[in-house]
């Protein structure tokens, strides 16, 4: 079973940027799309972001404008380019793709935006 490995979460200032990764031990060109979701205290996990194997990429309308998702294939990694963020952005972030037949997800890395 393939497994997903998120990295590069921090603290940063409300208006800030940070790029995430979720580097996969599978090839990303067999994935059909892989997602990153977000969960902060207290609230469900809900969806962020998705990018596709043919790099089509769609947004939550909360982060749409703000955030953007890009894939390196050579890397089998994806990343999500986060700016503008707000105090509403703290979350532990996961990326999660059907990999063999199973969803798979990253363990999380924590973005926390204060000030």
């Known amino acids: 079973q393939g497994n997903l490995v998120e990295s590069w979460g921090g603290l940063v200032q409300p208006g800030g940027s940070l790029r995430l990764s979720c580097a996969s031990s599978e090839s990303i060109r067999r994935i059909p799309a892989i997602a990153w979701f977000r969960q902060a205290p207290g609230n469900q996990r809900e969806w962020v972001a998705t990018?596709?194997?043919?790099?089509?990429?769609t947004y939550a309308d909360s982060v749409k404008g703000r955030f953007t998702s890009a894939r390196d294939d050579a890397a089998n990694t994806v990343f999500l380019q986060m700016g503008g963020l707000t105090l509403d952005d703290t979350a532990v972030y996961y990326c999660s793709a059907a990999i063999g037949g199973q969803t798979v997800w990253g363990q999380g890395t924590q973005v926390t935006v204060s000030s």
């Open positions: 990018i596709t194997r043919s790099g089509s990429t």
